[in-house]
């Protein structure tokens, strides 16, 4: 029998997790809310505590102790779809790195000569950027995002809840950013590419891509017809159709990155291997 001096521990230890529940029950319910409703809106004028209550399946009573009123909840609402959840700018598409990946491994025979090479990675960005581009326009995350922005911009600047928001984003941001100069380095060992002098790190080329990206998904929405024409180039099969992502950021990868001359295929294949083996292992 317990001899009732570790109950009050017991009851805090309680309490705690009661609490953590709470909070997770209340911020994915809204979250679910914000999705059903294709994406946030710059006002949260529209989503209701008393919804969220209701969809969360918990007491009016414990939110209002846990929130002082719904503004405090709104703000940690905003903190919690900047990230980590939907991580950054939610440009990140795993479909667009598996498309890339796939390009590759389809063509491993022209990585033996300079001008494979340059084939390889042209039509890695002409394939992936567009991908891209249409996961982007396509995602209720990434218009989330752009609204999170834009209320941080119209918070005063003084203003407390602006700084936590923002704080959320740039970390959301930095991690998004990493993760995609990860990949843009795996693409350098396999294909043969480096950074010019000028560049000190792959994480230029990853900021620099995604806003070409990023850029064209906000313009298309007010000039569709010209964000999503696209040209045909002269491809090594014949004619190719390039969309204007693709060709955005086929002008910052040639002013970023150059071909390595020292490249080769007996010792880069392994290596990248290795590096995806080794990022597997990482997320297990």
């Known amino acids: 029998m317990s001899d009732g001096q570790n109950e009050p521990e017991q009851d805090d230890a309680r309490s705690r997790l009661e609490q953590s529940q709470l909070r997770r029950r209340m911020l994915d319910a809204a979250q679910r809310l914000v999705e059903q409703a294709g994406g946030l809106s710059v006002s949260l004028e529209n989503l209701s505590l008393d919804?969220?209550?209701?969809?969360?399946?918990?007491?009016?009573?414990?939110?209002?102790?846990?929130?002082?009123?719904?503004?405090?909840?709104y703000v940690d609402l905003l903190c919690n779809l900047a990230g980590p959840n939907w991580q950054g700018t939610a440009a990140f598409d795993e479909e667009t790195i598996r498309l890339v990946r796939d390009v590759v491994a389809e063509r491993l025979d022209l990585l033996q000569t300079l001008e494979g090479r340059r084939q390889v990675m042209l039509e890695a960005i002409r394939q992936g950027a567009e991908q891209n581009f249409r996961a982007v326009v396509t995602s209720t995350q990434w218009r989330t995002y752009v609204a999170l922005t834009a209320t941080v911009l119209s918070m005063p600047t003084?203003?407390?809840?602006?700084?936590?928001?923002?704080?959320?984003?740039?970390?959301?941001?930095?991690?998004?950013?990493?993760?995609?100069?990860?990949?843009?380095?795996?693409?350098?060992?396999?294909?043969?590419?480096r950074l010019r002098p000028h560049v000190d790190s792959f994480s230029t080329l990853a900021a620099a891509g995604a806003s070409v990206v990023e850029g064209l998904g906000l313009r298309r929405i007010l000039i569709p017809d010209?964000?999503?024409?696209?040209?045909?180039?002269?491809?090594?099969?014949?004619?190719?159709?390039?969309?204007?992502?693709?060709?955005?950021?086929?002008?910052?990868?040639?002013?970023?990155?150059?071909?390595?001359?020292?490249?080769?295929f007996t010792i880069a294949l392994p290596q990248y291997l290795k590096r995806l083996s080794d990022r597997e292992a990482t997320l297990t």
């Open 51 to 73: 919804v969220v209550i209701k969809e969360a399946g918990v007491s009016r009573t414990s939110v209002y102790r846990e929130w002082r009123n719904k503004e405090a909840f």
């Open 158 to 193: 003084d203003d407390e809840a602006r700084a936590r928001v923002q704080e959320a984003l740039q970390t959301s941001e930095s991690t998004f950013i990493d993760r995609m100069a990860s990949f843009y380095e795996d693409m350098g060992v396999i294909i043969g590419f």
């Open 226 to 264: 010209v964000v999503e024409k696209t040209l045909s180039l002269p491809g090594p099969n014949g004619d190719e159709e390039w969309h204007l992502a693709a060709l955005g950021f086929l002008g910052i990868i040639d002013q970023l990155v150059e071909m390595t001359p020292d490249y080769a």
